[in-house]
């Protein structure tokens, strides 16, 4: 049975291009705004089973809150339709539905109230939704004195103590401590187990693998995949890596006429120029030295791969044309998040496994018999310095692989856990 169903639906904002602040400015231009149209959903089709949980993934401003407001019903699609078949709750935002002027106890009943409950109902559940925020202490203050944390709180619990059929939760989880955070996960799974539908917007991929069953992504408001949570994960981590690339390629056609008119002035055998330039920064300058032409991940067959599954061996390759090199060089491999914290980077001065003697042309390989890391999209980037410890080349994002973890399991590396029990006779 459908819960949610969702059919074409696209939403417009009309944005203005000029305020005028004044009557006179207004009387002056006849009252009208100029202004342009920003369309943040673009005709969206998607169903929601129920009894299901469905992530919503996408970056800010992909139009994954503007999504949940319509079907909530607090904005109208400009086309399209939104059928919902059941009771509806709604944590979209910190505080939403609360008045800063009146009590937590006030609150309560008003948010209550507003999805449709009537006093005595609300006199029955008054004493769980306190002892579930967590709140006794405070309940007859003004909210506008409480917390993020304390916001967070009153609202999810009025939400999940109304019986909803249908739970739609925007980035809430994120908001309070981390018991907090763990009490509400708790209580999803509860509504999970007893059939309820969800709807959660969350930028945490570790909750869509752990919790949903279903996810979508939305890209620029349009709906770029639908269906099994592992692949939603994927198709969302490809849209954060592409618009890396596209934005750190956007950073470098800006600076490239700077940098090459500093390489220019430069002679080739200068070493002064590597010393100068050769400080952690990329530069047209130290390529004269070694360019890398090609990035080549490959699984323990051989094969050409972009993704791997936790635990596989991995081979990175990057090809690479070099001039005025004459002597043996020592490597830095690291792998990093999409965060730049760095996952794995090799010590400068070990001999054994970082030092190369390099061709004219050829390719640097670095061989991972087992893969320790989980789920995730990783960064390679290569580093290249002589004796003097002189960079010779230094270059992030050469290119990106995923890791992908068909398991439950969270955290960043794989290990073997086995529990084993011991009985004291």
């Known amino acids: ?43 969206i089709d998607l169903e929601i089973q129920e009894g299901t949980t469905t992530g919503l993934l996408g970056r800010n401003g992909s139009g994954k809150s503007t999504l949940l407001k ?23 935002e910190l505080g939403s539905g609360f008045h800063p002027d009146l009590s937590g106890r006030d609150n309560v009943y008003l948010n209550a109230s507003l999805l449709g409950f009537t006093k005595k109902d609300i006199d029955i559940r008054f004493d769980s939704i306190v002892e579930f925020a967590e709140l006794s202490e405070f309940i007859d203050s003004q909210v506008k004195h409480y917390s993020s944390g304390m916001y967070a709180r009153l609202g999810f619990a009025v939400a999940v103590n109304v019986d909803p059929d249908i739970l739609l939760v ?45 996810a979508a992504v939305l890209s620029k408001g349009n709906l770029v995949y639908k269906g099994d949570s592992l692949e939603s994960i994927r198709s969302y981590r490809d849209i954060l890596v592409n618009d890396a690339n596209s934005e750190e390629a956007a950073h470098v056609a800006a600076s490239t006429e700077t940098t090459a008119d500093t390489a220019d002035k430069i002679p080739e055998d ?93 390719t640097i390989k670095f061989d991972i018999e087992q893969l320790p890391l989980l789920d995730g999209t990783f960064k390679v980037s290569l580093g290249l310095y002589d004796s003097q410890n002189r960079c010779v080349f230094l270059r992030d994002s050469l290119d990106s692989f995923s890791v992908t973890n068909p398991t439950k399991n969270t955290g960043f590396v794989n290990i073997i856990v086995k529990p084993v029990v011991e009985i004291d006779s």
């Open 1 to 43: 049975m459908i819960s949610v169903s969702i059919e074409g639906v696209s939403k417009r904002f009309r944005l203005p291009d000029q305020r005028f602040n004044s009557l006179k400015e207004r009387v002056m231009h006849f009252g009208k705004v100029p202004y342009h149209e920003f369309w943040a959903l673009k005709d």
């Open 70 to 92: 319509c079907i909530a019903g607090i904005l109208q699609p400009t086309n399209g339709q939104i059928v919902v078949k059941g009771r509806l709750a709604s944590m979209l």
């Open 170 to 214: 925007d980035e809430v989880l994120a908001v309070g401590d981390e018991a907090f955070q763990n009490k509400c996960m708790d209580r999803i799974k509860q509504f999970q187990a007893e059939g309820r539908t969800i709807i959660l917007v969350t930028h945490g991929t570790d909750q869509v693998r752990q919790v949903c069953d279903y």
């Open 270 to 362: 200068s070493e002064h120029s590597r010393l100068d330039l050769g400080n952690g920064k990329s530069s047209s300058a130290l390529e004269r030295y070694v360019e890398v032409t090609s990035v080549t991940f490959r699984n323990k067959m051989g094969e050409k791969i972009n993704s791997i599954p936790s635990g596989e061996s991995l081979s990175v390759e990057f090809g690479y044309n070099s001039k005025n090199i004459n002597e043996d060089l020592f490597s830095v491999f690291s792998i990093y998040t999409v965060r730049g914290e760095t996952v794995y980077q090799n010590y400068l001065r070990d001999e054994l496994y970082s030092i190369l003697a390099l061709g004219e042309k050829g």
